[in-house]
């Protein structure tokens, strides 16, 4: 069983950056996707990033496309997001995933994060 813990949310203005953090107990390596979603209130659970085992693969949501990077550092376990630009309309709680599988979709994730809330606001 492995846990994430997302760290790295806040309070920032538009047009700001933000890095989040997401550090496993366990190796990250099995994992053919890492991913990161968010959930805004009211709203479901989306995906914004995901990138494969060696980093040969990214996708990323089309309106994070451009402001959003996706990393992994396997020997450390960790896996990251850095948002750039950022807009109102990105505050939501984030939340790190880990997959056996690759895929975008929720259900495809097997381990799951606590989740860290990043407000874009001035």
């Known amino acids: 069983q492995v846990q994430l813990v997302e760290s790295g949310g806040g309070l920032v203005q538009p047009g700001g950056s933000l890095r989040l953090s997401c550090a496993a107990s366990?190796?990250?390596?099995?994992?053919?996707?890492m991913g990161w979603f968010r959930q805004a209130p009211g709203k479901e659970r989306e995906f914004v990033a995901g990138i494969s085992r060696t980093g040969s693969t990214r996708d990323y949501l089309d309106s994070v496309k451009g402001r959003f990077t996706i990393a992994r550092d396997n020997a450390k376990n960790m896996a990251y997001l850095q948002m750039n630009s950022l807009k109102a309309e990105d505050t939501a709680v984030y939340y790190c995933?880990?997959?056996?599988?690759?895929?975008?979709?929720?259900?495809?994730?097997?381990?799951w994060g606590q989740g860290t809330q990043v407000t874009v606001s001035s």
């Open positions: 366990g190796s990250i390596f099995i994992f053919n996707a």
């Open positions: 995933a880990a997959a056996i599988r690759w895929g975008t979709t929720r259900e495809n994730y097997d381990y």
